[in-house]
């Protein structure tokens, strides 16, 4: 239990500290309080921050703040015997793991799980503006097996609660099923004793689907065959889509292309790229595009057409998203070198 | 001190049991897993259990006998463990010997007992699936949470879990959707640590949905007395019903057929098996439609007019509240995901 905090920072949005909560050790969760809230000025908005103790080494902990200004919130969460899924449900925050320079920026949605010393979440707020965020926070000994059977497991995020690896996963979406069972975890009521069964239970759903998640794509339990004929005009398919990224056909239309119907060609795409068809076209468009650039030979807005763009600004912010950079500076960076 | 979760996965081994009188209920310390086939002079089926670690032990008894049959059970009841009985398919008859319990059960229907010592022997129909999911649930369970909790009023399900007081609850039923996820659990093959997690979860999950019930509805004590032959008469009465599915006949008609009347047929209905007579005929017929809908058979339309909806907008509603989906979302799904292959 040593070393282990929490700790709040408010910023007005001139970054002075507005705000700074005394640290709180989470070692105040006794048997018999099993839920605590974390006080913060509520001259500044609504804050609520609870955590559950809901069996040996598994805790869930939720927050959401209303603020009435602009403010910048940084929550330091220092456990670092924990694996911690962190859950944002709106909002824009920031995840820093600590010792590290490393940002996982998130746009509203999403999900980080991390074995860390610690991690810093920071949230910019907007007056008005509503962020939410859950997390479950467990002690990788809960799940740990003494025999070695499962060594043959390939999963990320299984190294981490194994506890032979620490970091971060890459950050995922929230999928439809995360957010059924979320919203069924925060209707929680501590009034009847099944209750807690249930949360149990929906926390271990919740870890289970997404530990399914980072099981190695291809592997041979995941999906299933794709025959090798059809793996060939997937292949063609792909090569189509790049080969058209300026004006890419529908998929009903790449189907007919490849000779394969659409919806072999939808689930087995996804099963060989690990993306939807459009989503690995808009990352392969980003990556082609950022290595024009670098290479000097063509402008923004020439870039921007060949990747199949019509509109520079739509494709100056998905680069900027993807890259955390304007297209222009990208250029400026590397060409004036 | 809490039991620790033991997620490693273990090889499933398939045996071939003797026969069908041994079934452990005791609750082991490693997760393991084991599926015994059924004797082919007997009939077809498995037994399948899965032992999550130091908390429940599930065995799922899926069977469909050549003949009716009569098991008579070598093991006694645990006395650190109550168990429950959840039939996914079919129907049977337990008789426990020394506390001469009877219980009658029937698709969607579940009954927990804490019965120390006791043993029993259960009838299965020859050539019909019976299928029951056993859980074994030890008493530790429940006692880690709170004390706080101890306060506050327990149902009486509660108090049998936690090993506070013995016997065997009235029967209640469970939704067609609960039973439709665990038909998929026990059937799904368990491989990873996550997949145990996931079973983990959803055991868990059903025994505070069970306890839930008991909280809601308050246990009706004014049982009347049922002779062999009367209970006889309404497993009868329960036969016709499901026969006669599309076109069911009305309460008075039934009781008329079996030579009971119809205050006895309805009250002792719901004492044996938990659900009015027509919640059940429901029930069944949702069930059946899901299954047309969910192979492919039918679309909605026909699978509504099969089970005897003759409305298929009541049909829907009436689905939807069962399953949580629509019948169309749930013909869709069923298209895009293949099914399952029983893995072990």
Known sequence: MHGEQNRYRIYDDARNKIFESATSKSGIFTEATRISKAVLPDNLGTFESCHIHIAKGMRFAFESMTTNRKLVVQHTREEPDHVIGSFFLSGHFQVQPKGTSKLIPKQNTGIVWSHTPGLTYTSDLQPGQTSKSAYIIIKPEVFSSPQEHDSAVKNGLWDLFKGNSVGTCTAEHLSVDDHRILKNILSFNPAKPWNWLHLESKVLELVSNNLSRYEQVGSSKSGFAIPPHDIARIEAARDILIDKMDNPPSIMKLARLAGINEFKLKKGFKQIYSDTIYGYLRRYRMKKAYEWLKSGEMNVTEVAVKVGFTNPSAFGAAFKKQFGVNPAECRRKFFSV | ?344
């Open chain 2, 1 to 344: 001190m809490p039991p620790q979760r033991n997620t490693s996965s273990q090889p499933a081994t398939v045996a071939t049991a003797p026969t069908l009188n041994e079934m452990s209920l005791a609750i082991e310390d490693s997760n393991h897993l084991e599926t015994q086939k059924v004797p082919e002079d007997i009939g077809q089926g498995h037994t399948r259990t899965i032992n999550i670690g130091g908390r429940i032990r599930l065995i799922n008894r899926d069977i469909i006998p050549r003949e009716t049959a009569k098991v008579q059970y070598h093991n006694k009841l645990p006395e650190q463990a109550t168990v429950g009985a959840i039939t996914l398919y079919g129907d049977a008859l337990t008789d426990l010997n020394n506390t001469r319990h009877q219980l009658h059960h029937c698709q969607g229907n579940y009954h927990w007992g804490h019965i120390p010592r006791d043993d029993g022997s259960i009838v299965f129909r020859g050539q019909k699936r019976s299928c029951i999911l056993y859980f074994s649930v030890s008493h530790g369970l429940l006692t880690q949470y709170p004390e706080s909790m101890g306060s506050i009023e327990q149902s009486s399900l509660w108090r049998l879990m936690t090993g506070q007081v013995g016997g065997v609850s009235a029967p209640r039923v469970l939704s067609n959707e609960a039973i439709c996820t665990l038909r998929d659990l026990v059937s799904s093959p368990i491989t990873t640590p996550w997949d145990w997690m996931r079973v983990e979860a959803k055991a868990l999950e059903i025994v505070s949905t069970c306890l839930f019930h008991y909280d809601r509805e308050p246990t009706d004590t004014s049982d009347i007395p049922l002779s062999r032959d009367d209970r006889k008469k309404i497993t009868n009465a329960r036969d016709i019903l499901i026969h006669r599915m599309e076109t069911p006949p009305t309460i008075a008609e039934i009781a008329k057929t079996i030579g009971v009347n119809t205050f006895k047929l309805k009250k002792g209905f719901k004492q044996l098996y938990g659900t009015t007579m027509f919640a059940y005929l429901r029930s069944r017929r949702l069930d059946q439609a899901y299954e047309l809908i969910r192979s492919g058979e039918m679309n909605v339309t026909e699978a509504a007019f099969e089970v005897g909806y003759a409305n298929p907008s009541a049909f829907s509603a009436a689905f939807r509240k069962a399953f949580g989906v629509n019948p169309m979302e749930c013909r869709k799904s069923s298209y895009q995901v293949p099914s399952q292959i029983h893995g072990a």
